[in-house]
Nanobody, 126 residues
């Protein structure tokens, strides 16, 4: 059974750092586009970053220069390194997998993704 499990969330002060992990099981993610999304109550799920199967990456403007997405295919895991965190980064962060496609570009649109984790809470205090 295909599964994505996020970890690494928590409570951090503004300016701090967290590293989120997304471990995949039931499939090998090397040919999948992978994305990180976040959601706060009352708002739509927002695509924060994604990484394609060949390593191409995109970021939402508000996190550029602060967040870094990466993948370790040997560990079947995707990461989101978050630095200089701000209170507005607070939310539930979800990992998602997009079925293999050509060209191997990733999307930050939620409807492009086929599989989702259950999320991990990130809270940034001011």
């Amino acid at each position: 059974q295909l599964q994505l499990v996020e970890s690494g969330g928590g409570l951090v002060q503004a300016g701090g750092s967290l590293r989120l992990s997304c471990a995949a099981s039931g499939f090998t993610l090397d040919s999948y586009g992978m994305g990180w999304f976040r959601q706060v109550p009352g708002k739509e799920r927002e695509g924060v970053s994604c990484i394609g199967s060949t390593g191409g990456r995109t970021y939402i403007d508000s996190v550029k220069g602060r967040f870094t997405i990466s993948r370790d295919n040997a560990k079947n895991t995707v990461y989101l390194e978050m630095n200089s965190l701000k209170p507005e980064d607070t939310g539930v962060y979800y990992c998602a997998a997009e079925a293999p496609r050509w060209p191997p570009l990733c999307s930050r649109e939620a409807e492009s993704y086929d599989y989702w984790g259950k999320g991990t809470q990130v809270t940034v205090s001011s």
